[in-house]
């Protein structure tokens, strides 16, 4: 599953254009390695996957069970205090002057998130300060309607660091993809589909759309229409990435910048 191995970097894709994905985020926690990823949507929240959500309690984030031991706990608290934000990025070990890092005044999970099947996998990111729009960092319009199968789309990360001691991408990487239908979602993984999920990619395997980060954009047509959540493997034939399908979360995104 995305998240819980090495699987979780772009295959067979090419260097993404120059911020041409200006809405790309990553996170790091306690200004360490890359977390996950995210899209911009305003200049004060952010859209990732919710099993990237980091409770704020002192955790050592080298252990080799960091993601499953973070699942366990139980916390009310919205607060990530050393959760923080980096926009303008492309070549990550470049200082290249476009680069904004903003921490994260607090991160909310959609209530309905299942840690067990990834369902509602999906969170906001309230940023400490405004993120400064330029030529290189900008929002991402939310999906004004559901995609369709067959809709070519763009999955864009830098790949995780959940685990380590795999060599990642140091710039940017993007894939082109197409949707998938829910049946060919559904011959794929069954019941572990649920309605809030899509599928996007290449079902032949081996040039695949093993996710950039989690939590990273899906985008079709100029607008966020996923959230990179779990798949089965990498490049593996019959098995496409699954995302969290953001034209289902809309009313739930409104209603929490509203309240927040």
């Known amino acids: 599953v995305y998240g819980q191995e090495d699987s979780d970097k772009i295959i067979g894709g090419y260097e993404c254009p120059r911020n041409s994905q200006k809405w790309q985020v990553f996170l790091t926690y306690d200004d360490g390695q890359r977390w996950c990823g995210g899209s911009l949507i305003n200049k004060l929240w952010v859209v990732s996957a919710a099993?990237?959500?980091?409770?704020?309690?002192?955790?050592?984030?080298?252990?080799?069970?960091?993601?499953?031991?973070?699942?366990?706990?139980?916390?009310?608290?919205?607060?990530?205090?050393?959760?923080?934000?980096?926009?303008?990025?492309h070549d990550l070990y470049a200082e290249e002057g476009t680069e904004q890092r903003i921490f994260v005044e607090k991160a909310i999970r959609h209530p309905g998130y299942s840690s067990f099947n990834y369902d509602n996998d999906i969170m906001l990111i309230k940023l400490k300060q405004p993120a400064v729009?330029?030529?290189?960092?900008?929002?991402?319009?939310?999906?004004?309607?559901?995609?369709?199968?067959?809709?070519?789309?763009?999955?864009?990360?830098?790949?995780?660091?959940?685990?380590?001691?795999?060599?990642?991408?140091?710039?940017?990487?993007?894939?082109?993809?197409?949707?998938?239908?829910?049946?060919?979602?559904?011959?794929?993984?069954?019941?572990?589909?649920?309605?809030?999920?899509?599928?996007?990619?290449?079902?032949?395997?081996?040039?695949?759309?093993?996710?950039?980060?989690?939590?990273?954009?899906?985008?079709?047509?100029?607008?966020?229409?996923?959230?990179?959540?779990?798949?089965?493997?990498?490049?593996e034939p019959g098995y496409p990435g699954v995302y969290a399908e953001v034209c289902r979360y809309i009313d739930w995104i409104n209603n929490v910048m509203a309240s927040n």
């Open 133 to 235: 729009f330029n030529e290189f960092v900008q929002p991402i319009p939310l999906a004004s309607s559901c995609a369709r199968p067959g809709e070519a789309c763009l999955v864009s990360g830098w790949g995780n660091q959940i685990n380590t001691g795999v060599h990642y991408a140091a710039v940017l990487q993007c894939l082109n993809l197409p949707i998938l239908s829910e049946s060919q979602c559904r011959n794929s993984y069954g019941s572990l589909i649920t309605d809030n999920m899509l599928c996007a990619g290449f079902l032949e395997g081996g040039k695949d759309s093993c996710q950039g980060d989690s939590g990273g954009p899906l985008v079709c047509h100029g607008q966020l229409q996923g959230v990179v959540s779990w798949g089965s493997g990498c490049a």
């Open 51 to 89: 099993h990237c959500y980091i409770p704020s309690i002192l955790i050592n984030p080298n252990s080799l069970h960091f993601l499953n031991q973070f699942k366990l706990f139980k916390t009310s608290s919205n607060r990530a205090p050393r959760l923080a934000v980096h926009l303008g990025e």
